[in-house]
C-alpha cells in the first residue's frame, strides 16, 4: 500500500470557520490531489500540485486552496467553511507523470454545520 | 468532452454468482487511460486496473477480469463466483493522455459508481 495518510479523519467544524486538512506521504512522489466525494457525483478534482510551490486548480476549487512547501505535505484549506463543503476529501498521489496510476489516502470526512 | 458513465446504480447478486459491471465512456482523445477502483464500506479507495487505449487485450486476475473494446467504448468488469468481501462501490475512470506542459495534470475523471452487493 501506498504510504498516504490523511489528517484529521472526522472534523466536524461551524460554518465560517477555516479549516486545514492535512495529507502525508513517504513515497516521494511528485504529483499530489486533492478530491471530494459526494453522493452521485463519484470524485470531483478540487487542487492538484506537480512539485513544491506549484500547484493549480481543478474543476471544483471554488473556496479552496492549496499550498505545498515539502514533497510529502499538501495542505487544503477552507477559508470559511460553508455547509455545501460538507463532504469527504481524498488525497492522492502519482509518481511521475499525471497519467500514472493515482494512489489514495483513507480520506477525511469533514461536516461544517 | 470526456464523460464516465455507470448506467447500473445498485446490483445485487447471491454469492457466487458472476456479476458484471458496466462502464462507458466518452473521448475525443486517442491516447487515454482507464482505471477501476475498489472502494469496500470502510471507505478507503484501492486501485484496481489501468488499462492505455493501446491495449485491448483483455485482463485477468484471479476471479477479476476486464473486457475492453474500444468500437463500443466501454470498459467493463466481471467478477466471477462472486463473494460477501466483494461488496463494494466501484469506480470506473479516465484520464487524458500525458499533458505537453508537465504543469498540466491529467484530467481523472470518475463515473459515479456502482454499488454491488454480494448477498450470503
Given at each position: 500500500?501506498a504510504?498516504?495518510?490523511?489528517?484529521?479523519?472526522?472534523?466536524?467544524?461551524?460554518?465560517?470557520t477555516?479549516?486545514?486538512?492535512r495529507?502525508?506521504?513517504?513515497?516521494?512522489?511528485?504529483?499530489m490531489?486533492w478530491?471530494?466525494?459526494?453522493?452521485?457525483?463519484?470524485l470531483?478534482?478540487?487542487?492538484y500540485?506537480?512539485?513544491?510551490?506549484?500547484?493549480?486548480?481543478?474543476?471544483?476549487s471554488?473556496?479552496?486552496?492549496?499550498?505545498?512547501?515539502?514533497t510529502?505535505d499538501?495542505?487544503?484549506?477552507?477559508?470559511?467553511?460553508?455547509?455545501?463543503?460538507?463532504?469527504?476529501?481524498?488525497?492522492?498521489?502519482?509518481?511521475l507523470?499525471?497519467?500514472?496510476?493515482?494512489?489514495?489516502?483513507?480520506?477525511?470526512?469533514?461536516?461544517?454545520l | 468532452?470526456q464523460?464516465?458513465?455507470?448506467?447500473?446504480?445498485?446490483?445485487s447478486v447471491?454469492?457466487?454468482e458472476?456479476v458484471?459491471?458496466?462502464?462507458?465512456y466518452?473521448t475525443?482523445?486517442?491516447t487515454?487511460?482507464?482505471?477501476?477502483?475498489?472502494q469496500?464500506?470502510s471507505?478507503?479507495?484501492?486501485?484496481?486496473?489501468?488499462?492505455?487505449?493501446?491495449?485491448?487485450?483483455?485482463e485477468?486476475?484471479g476471479?477479476?477480469?476486464?473486457?475492453f473494446?474500444?468500437?463500443t467504448?466501454s470498459?467493463?468488469f466481471?467478477?466471477t463466483?462472486?463473494?460477501?468481501?466483494?461488496?463494494?462501490?466501484?469506480?470506473?475512470a479516465?484520464?487524458?493522455?500525458?499533458?505537453?506542459?508537465?504543469?498540466?495534470?491529467s484530467?481523472?475523471?470518475f463515473?459515479?459508481?456502482?454499488?454491488?452487493?454480494?448477498?450470503?
Open positions: 500500500d504510504g498516504i495518510t490523511q489528517s484529521p479523519r472526522h472534523k466536524v467544524t461551524e460554518t465560517g477555516p479549516v486545514t486538512l495529507c502525508h506521504q513517504t513515497e516521494n512522489h511528485r504529483y490531489y478530491y471530494r466525494q459526494d453522493p452521485g457525483h463519484g470531483r478534482l478540487i487542487h500540485s506537480y512539485g513544491v510551490k506549484d500547484t493549480d486548480k481543478g474543476e471544483v471554488d473556496g479552496y486552496s492549496v499550498s505545498r512547501s515539502k510529502e499538501f495542505l487544503l484549506t477552507l477559508e470559511s467553511a460553508t455547509s455545501s463543503q460538507t463532504s469527504v476529501y481524498f488525497c492522492a498521489i502519482s509518481e507523470v499525471s497519467t500514472d496510476t493515482q494512489y489514495f489516502g483513507p480520506g477525511t470526512r469533514l461536516t461544517v | 468532452a464523460k464516465v458513465t455507470q448506467a447500473q446504480t445498485e446490483i447471491v454469492e457466487k458472476d458484471t459491471l458496466d462502464c462507458v466518452e475525443r482523445d486517442t487515454y487511460y482507464l482505471f477501476w477502483y475498489k469496500p464500506p471507505g478507503e479507495l484501492v486501485f484496481l486496473i489501468r488499462r492505455n487505449s493501446f491495449d485491448e487485450q483483455n485477468i486476475s476471479r477479476y477480469s476486464w473486457n473494446q474500444k468500437s467504448s470498459f467493463n466481471t467478477i463466483a462472486s463473494q460477501v468481501v466483494d461488496s463494494a462501490v466501484y469506480f470506473c479516465l484520464s487524458e493522455a500525458t499533458p505537453v506542459r508537465e504543469s498540466s495534470a484530467k481523472i475523471i463515473g459515479s459508481g456502482t454499488r454491488l452487493s454480494i448477498r450470503p
